[in-house]
């Protein structure tokens, strides 16, 4: 099953992508049609509006992303006379890794590196067609996922031989939206927040381009504890390539640090304590694995698909012991 996943995630991984749209959008679907709209005209709202959201936060990205781009020739000579201080550290670790390479050195005659397929803009254009494909085929799903409705939980229910199977698939299936929906508003709702003050203090540290880099900070809040780490680090780097003194360099990224320390260790898990109760050491190893597997997209449903697991897992008998094992 792995192997499938890992192989075949140019078509699973939209199908996943899809429910997980679906479970976001389904709450807002019901509010349309309590508004006498109808489901396939609210579906092709919902698609559009998520569609502009996207078009938007590339829009937003795109041309001052250009621009920082563009200052790193000049911009790398004054980071490495900022941070000349770590010379000597940097270069005793040059000299061991050295050291260690020099163990276990294998005669490079004998190593054959395969050539590269295709030229990089070749690849670049590969990657670009494969991610507009993936984007397409998640659109599509997304759109006849919220016109079905609950089709598939019917069928679902009318092939289960028991009562209580049917009951029990009736109750996971509810839970896992109300859940994941619930989770996944709650998640939104405070990345967006974290954005916002993350583009204040930017303007306010004088760094510059706040839209860039809070729309930054609001896509990498959606990765569990890596996505703010890499944060840290990009600010970091960002605040010594734009401003003068050690301390004040510092700022942008101590700022941020703080930001999510506010939301991440307390503002959030306080409003998700009710739903989510997961073990953090298994959600940074489920970080870990489905990011090898699927890449960003898979960080990003790591979360959710081990809530789903543990969901299913609570109201199957067999599979208690490991729901539980999978709580915090």
């Known amino acids: 099953m792995l192997a499938v996943l890992y192989v075949a995630k140019a078509i699973i991984l939209p199908v996943v992508l899809a429910v997980v749209l679906k479970l976001l959008l389904n709450p807002a679907l019901r509010f349309l049609e309590r508004w006498s709209v109808p489901r396939v005209v609210a579906a092709l709202l919902l ?4 569609t502009a959201f996207i078009v938007g936060l590339v829009a937003a990205l795109t041309a001052p992303a250009g621009d920082w781009f563009a200052k790193l020739p000049s911009a790398i000579p004054r980071m490495q006379e900022r941070l000349e201080f770590l010379s000597e550290p940097v270069e005793i670790l ?10 276990t050195q294998i005669d490079a005659a004998m190593v054959t590196i395969p050539a590269a397929e295709g030229s990089l803009p070749e690849q670049l254009f590969a990657g670009t067609w494969n991610f507009a494909a993936g984007l397409f085929t998640t659109g599509l799903l997304l759109f006849f996922l ?10 679902l229910v009318e092939v ?15 839970q896992i939206e109300s859940d994941i929906s619930g989770y996944l508003l709650t998640i939104t709702a405070m990345n967006l927040l974290v954005g916002l003050a993350t583009g204040f203090v930017m303007w306010f540290c004088g760094v510059g381009d706040p839209v860039l880099w809070g729309v930054v900070a609001f896509l990498l809040n959606y990765v569990p504890i890596l996505g703010p780490l890499l ?3 990009l600010f970091f780097f960002v605040g010594f390539l734009t401003l003068d003194g050690l301390w004040e360099a510092m700022l942008p990224a101590s700022l941020y640090l703080a930001i999510h320390l506010a939301e991440g260790e307390g503002i959030t898990p306080m409003l998700l304590a009710r739903r989510f109760t997961l ?24 979360v959710p698909i081990m809530a789903v697991t543990k969901i299913v897992c609570d109201r199957v008998g067999p599979l208690n012991p490991f729901g539980h094992f999978l709580s915090g």
Do not use: C
């Open 94 to 103: 040059r000299r061991f890794l050295h050291a260690a390479r020099s163990l």
């Open 160 to 174: 289960l031989p028991r009562f209580g199977d049917k009951r029990r698939a009736v109750e996971i299936s509810q």
């Open 146 to 155: 919220l016109i079905s409705g609950d089709t598939f939980l019917r069928k």
């Open 231 to 233: 944060g840290v680090g």
């Open 47 to 50: 698609l559009m509006t998520v």
């Open 279 to 302: 073990n953090p050491v298994l959600v940074i190893l489920a970080l870990v694995f489905w990011y090898w597997m699927w890449g960003v997209p898979g960080a990003i449903l790591a």
